[in-house]
Nanobody
Framework: QVQLVESGGGLVQPGGSLRLSCATS????????MGWYRQAPGKQRELVAI???????NYADSLKGRFTISRDNAKNTVYLQMNSLKPEDTAVYYCNADLRAVLTMVLKNYWGQGTQVTVSS
């Protein structure tokens, strides 16, 4: 019923840029904090960036300056602009958001299916 739909992943060369998008789907009455996480092969899932509904952001320290998170509340969509990509950025990137479904009227946390980002020459 309610879900997060990601797009924008793919293969990019080192130094390149990529923009990820994540939109909500289903009957939703409220979208709270949204964010991006990533999981590289053999590593645990880690925070990339989060953004509140009012635009307050928090980034992983190592990614500040290269990655930028933003959102469009009218579209219920969160974005991740990734610049100066490095091979170590290769990972599955997951969208995350607090959503209030109309059916339950309860605010819960949801994950997207993940989108692969591969940085390689």
């Amino acid at each position: 019923q309610v879900q997060l739909v990601e797009s924008g992943g793919g293969l990019v060369q080192p130094g390149g840029s990529l923009r990820l998008s994540c939109a909500t789907s289903g009957s939703i009455s409220e979208v709270g904090t949204m964010g991006w996480y990533r999981q590289a092969p053999g590593k645990q899932r880690e925070l990339v960036a989060i953004i509140s509904r009012r635009g307050n952001t928090n980034y992983a320290d190592s990614l500040k300056g290269r990655f930028t998170i933003s959102r469009d509340n009218a579209k219920n969509t969160v974005y991740l602009q990734m610049n100066s990509l490095k091979p170590e950025d290769t990972a599955v990137y997951y969208c995350n958001a607090d959503l209030r479904a109309v059916l339950t009227m309860v605010l819960k946390n949801y994950w997207g299916q993940g989108t692969q980002v591969t940085v390689s020459s």
